[in-house]
Nanobody, 128 residues
Framework: VQLQASGGGLVRAGGSLRLSCIASGFTLNYYGIRWFRQAPGKEREGVSCISTSGASTNYADSVKGRFTVSGDNAKNSVFLQMNSLKPEDTAVYFC??????????????????????WGQGTQVTVSS
């Protein structure tokens, strides 16, 4: 049973990347999936969330309009499409599966939200 994040890399400002979060051993669609990022010396930040069956999504203000989260049940995967990347988007990105399947409210340190599975993180570096 594991959750694997991939798709990170080095890109110039204004470029795009697509991160993948693939589950094995459990059904991802039964969980709310959240993306987090952590830059060196900074606290972990909630970036995006997609609820069970993709019924709702939520984004941090810092990425709203640039990032899009989506799911593919057939692939047991969730994706984070990141466009118009900025140097301040540089961080290690993680996905996590929560039994709390909703996505409302704050994305960082959300009260009442716990996580059963975490992906290992994928590095995103945006050069200026």
């Amino acid at each position: 049973v594991q959750l694997q994040a991939s798709g990170g890399g080095l890109v110039r400002a204004g470029g795009s990347l697509r991160l993948s979060c693939i589950a094995s051993g459990f059904t991802l669609n039964y969980y709310g999936i959240r993306w987090f990022r952590q830059a060196p010396g900074k606290e972990r930040e909630g970036v995006s969330c997609i609820s069970t069956s993709g019924a709702s999504t939520n984004y941090a203000d810092s990425v709203k309009g640039r990032f899009t989260v989506s799911g593919d049940n057939a692939k047991n995967s969730v994706f984070l499409q990141m466009n118009s990347l900025k140097p301040e988007d540089t961080a290690v990105y993680f996905c996590a599966a929560s039994p709390q399947t909703w996505c409302g409210g704050a994305l960082t340190n959300t009260p009442g939200v716990t996580f059963d599975y975490w992906g290992q993180g994928t590095q995103v570096t945006v050069s200026s």
